[in-house]
């Protein structure tokens, strides 16, 4: 195996309801072995997720559609002078496939994603967990925080209490239902036939929100015999897995298999 990475420059992508500080570990983790690191936040979400709470519920992120984010990193990744990889979580893997597929990056990880438009499981805790971030019944005028109850149970789940709180405290966010209801649209359209760069699908074996069987379904819909297209699932790992204890295992499990694209 070669220890020569496809690219050495990484973009992280964020997923939703938290901000960019939740890719600290990993930043901290790849830039010991030699990489460039980048975590853009979303728009309006550059401060710390307390002061990000104080806004909560008439925050401008309310403002903010899928499309208005994946053109954050369209840009960012636009403005670097190579092709990096992007690693993304949750919602942020969905945009690791999008991006993909304008063939802006040179390898993606999407990281226990929420699925592009049309990929669906049937499976009660995703929709327990999914359903009250979409707002259905309320104002888009309106952001959606999630309440910890909530944190508990779709995201850090099997965690210890403290680490729950901890985390919750440090990296919940009030977001955009408008951007959460574009998993839905037009905007979340794959053409699984397309060749694409190098792309793996990390799943939590303990994941509610985004459960494994979902992961599952999203690789098995790459059709493309020439593209590299690889799927791990990971047990014991709920949504929080680049907090976990065993996050610096997983991450490691990623910059092998960059290595193995070399």
């Given amino acids: 195996m070669s220890s020569t990475p496809i690219c050495s420059t990484i973009v992280f992508i964020t997923g939703a309801v938290v901000t960019s500080a939740s890719w600290d570990n ?6 010991a072995e030699g990489y460039t690191c980048y975590a853009p936040a979303w728009p309006h979400k550059e401060a710390p997720a307390a002061e990000l709470r104080r806004q909560h519920p008439h925050s401008p992120i309310a403002q903010n559609g899928l499309a208005d984010v994946v053109q954050v990193y369209t840009d960012f990744i636009a403005q670097l002078p190579v092709k990096p990889i992007v690693i993304g979580h949750s919602f942020g893997g969905l945009i690791v496939q999008l991006l993909l597929q304008q063939d802006a990056v040179a390898a993606g990880v999407a990281i226990e994603s929420a699925p592009p438009l049309g990929v ?21 005028k309106t952001t959606f925080l999630p309440t910890f109850a909530q944190w508990q149970y779709a995201i850090a789940n099997g965690l210890p209490l403290a680490d729950q709180q901890k985390y919750y405290d440090e990296l919940a966010a009030p977001e955009s239902k408008k951007t959460i209801r574009g998993a839905l649209s037009l905007d979340a359209r794959i053409d699984f036939r397309r060749p694409h760069a190098p792309l793996l699908f990390l799943a939590g074996g303990a994941d509610r929100i985004m459960p494994a069987a979902l992961n599952r379904a999203n690789h098995r819909r790459y059709q493309h015999a020439g593209s590299v297209t690889d799927y791990q699932e990971l047990p014991g790992r709920s949504h929080a897995l680049l907090g976990q204890s065993t996050w610096r295992e997983d991450a490691a499990f990623v910059q092998r298999w960059l290595a193995a694209l070399s």
């Avoid at 990993?26 to 830039?31: A, D, L, R, T």
């Avoid at 049937?122 to 309320?138: D, E, H, K, T, Y």
Wanted: glycine share 4%; net charge positive.
């Fill in 26 to 31: 990993w930043k901290s983790f790849f830039e």
């Fill in 120 to 140: 669906v499981v049937a499976n009660w805790s995703l929709v327990r967990s999914v359903l009250p971030m979409l707002g259905l019944f309320s104002s888009l």
